[in-house]
């Protein structure tokens, strides 16, 4: 049922409400302003097939801009907030975006676009405008509340975060249905976690993230509520919950680890009961964490593990994570197949690069056929991989050990950096962890922490002394790191992404190491 059937049956149902500010938006709001915005967007020369890029925080506009993008037969590409004017240029270059529609609240950023931006030439801003960039208030008055003719199904164009490289533009073919069609995600989430018009959804996530973006836009479809949070914040969450009666919700494993070391006051002082289903994807979850949460607040934590492609997607709920910790769940999209570097498929719970199997390409790299070709196997062009590395139990369920670029080699042996991640970040004097390789002139390579201390802890050598003695009590030596450096921050995206690359560099010096 899409929006515009919302609309008519409910027009003052609340469609969104950001969680800081309490500013809302109905579904009759919804409906005719990204209708409105349709009309604009049609008037200066955009056609289906063309991309509009959404670059602003997270925001009551946001949805809208989405929702006129997807009913005009557009691309929508969200763009990381956090980027500089030279990354977010790049994207826009990249995407061919026809037009952007940013915000007063990056308006520093989006100045810096202009100068270095291509054939871009619709350019809105939101709440204010500066010089370039016309007022979206201004413009939408104008536009009729009418919807057009026709109104083509868009989709989504996201890109990576880039972590390994240049950020890389994921595109899908568009439907040939028409707007009011669901979109396999819709499906998905209605039949896997029961939503639907009495849904009260937390999404404390960017919005400009696939995820995040992708399961609010469905809640829209079912007739369900968003709660958005403007920015994370680990005892506000909680509130939030009991607050507005959430009844599901999306993590990342950091925003679980940042609860769980909250007081136990704080955490026992909120009322859960209207909770139902808390999802968490993204990076793959330390066992000990999971387990805390279940405990927490029971089995009602789903996990999935899939990419932005939508080549493959697993799913796994509590009791299922249960009987197979650490799992990611069984597939649900897609057939698994476990592969080593030769390409040949390997058996039962061998280590290998994950592939899935479809019965047609879904996606492409936009602007880099090698890409799109990398990412397919040797043999079978329609199994394709994300690059990560991991294995299957005999009960079909897929266990993550790593990223393919991530993987130490330290005289000939292959240490997985997440398994030691895991270990060391339950450390209670440590807020959050980056493992990988660094030169070491005897076995090429040798594992390296880098390490955030926690709130109020100095970083010194008795703390890494101390760190390391914990490490060893968990882990195989040779899984060890033989040094511990200290950060104030690590460079983690809000998606959960641990942005390596940029500590790596530190130690390797040039971008073009096989470790990258």
């Known amino acids: 049922m899409p929006i515009v059937d919302h609309a008519a049956a409910a027009p003052d149902k609340i469609a969104t409400i950001m969680a800081g500010s309490g500013k809302s938006l109905t579904y009759g709001q919804l409906n005719e302003r990204s209708i409105r915005l349709s009309h604009y967007l049609h008037a200066v020369g955009l056609r289906p097939g063309d991309v509009v890029a959404l670059f602003m925080e997270n925001n009551i506009r946001y949805h809208e801009v989405f929702w006129a993008a997807v009913r005009s037969g557009m691309y929508v590409c969200a763009v990381n907030k956090f980027l500089t004017a030279e990354e977010v240029t790049y994207i826009l270059n990249d995407s061919g975006s026809k037009a952007l529609v940013t915000s007063a609240g990056v308006a520093a950023v989006a100045e810096g676009v202009l100068p270095t931006l291509n054939d871009c030439p619709v350019r809105l801003m939101v709440d204010g405008t500066v010089a370039g960039f016309e007022c979206y208030e201004d413009e939408i008055a104008k536009q009729s509340a009418e919807p057009m003719a026709g109104e083509p199904r868009g989709d989504f164009m996201n890109y990576s975060s880039g972590t390994t490289g240049r950020p890389k533009g994921i595109k899908r073919p568009l439907s040939d249905g028409p707007f009011v069609d669901p979109s396999m995600l819709d499906g998905l989430v209605q039949q896997l976690y029961s939503i639907g ?6 999404s404390p996530a960017p919005l400009y993230h696939a995820a995040p973006l992708g399961f609010t836009a469905a809640v829209h479809s079912l007739g369900g509520t968003n709660v958005v949070m403007e920015t994370f914040d680990a005892v506000e969450s909680l ?4 607050k507005y009666r959430v009844t599901h919700s999306q993590w990342v494993p950091t925003m679980f680890i940042r609860m769980l070391k909250l007081d136990e006051a704080e955490r026992a002082g909120h009322d859960f009961s209207s909770h139902q289903i808390a999802i968490h994807a993204a990076a793959p979850c330390p066992i000990d964490v999971k ?18 492609e939508i080549n493959g997607m697993t799913v796994c709920n509590s009791d299922q994570w249960l009987a197979h910790p650490g799992s990611v769940g069984s597939s649900i999209l897609g057939v698994l197949h476990i592969c080593d570097e030769s390409g040949a498929e390997l058996p039962i719970g061998e280590t290998g690069t994950i592939y899935f199997e479809r019965d047609e390409m879904p996606f492409q790299y936009h602007g880099d056929p ?4 990398a990412a397919k196997h040797p043999k079978h062009p329609l199994w394709t991989k994300l690059g990560d590395v991991g294995y299957l139990d005999e009960d079909g369920f897929l266990y993550l050990t790593d990223r393919e670029s991530f993987m130490i080699i330290s005289g000939g042996v ?3 950096p997440q398994e030691i991640e895991d270990c060391i970040v339950m450390h209670p004097k440590v807020a959050d962890v980056a493992v990988f390789g660094v030169p070491n002139p005897d076995f090429g390579e040798e594992v390296k922490a880098v390490v955030q201390p926690a709130p109020g802890i100095a970083p010194s050598d008795d703390l890494a002394a101390e760190i390391s003695g914990y490490a060893s009590e968990h882990l195989a030596n040779y899984k060890v790191p033989r040094s511990i450096d200290f950060e104030a921050k690590l460079p983690r995206l809000e998606t959960g992404k641990l942005y390596k690359r940029l500590l790596k560099d530190r130690y390797w010096g040039k971008a073009n190491s096989r470790i990258v």
Do not use: A, C, F
């Open 370 to 373: 090698e890409k799109t070709e």
């Open 291 to 308: 387990h805390q949460m279940i405990d927490w607040w029971g089995p009602i934590i789903w996990e999935y593990y899939g990419g932005t």
């Open 197 to 202: 018009p009495d849904t009260i959804y937390l």
């Open 414 to 416: 292959n240490i997985y």
């Open 239 to 242: 509130r939030l919950i009991e």
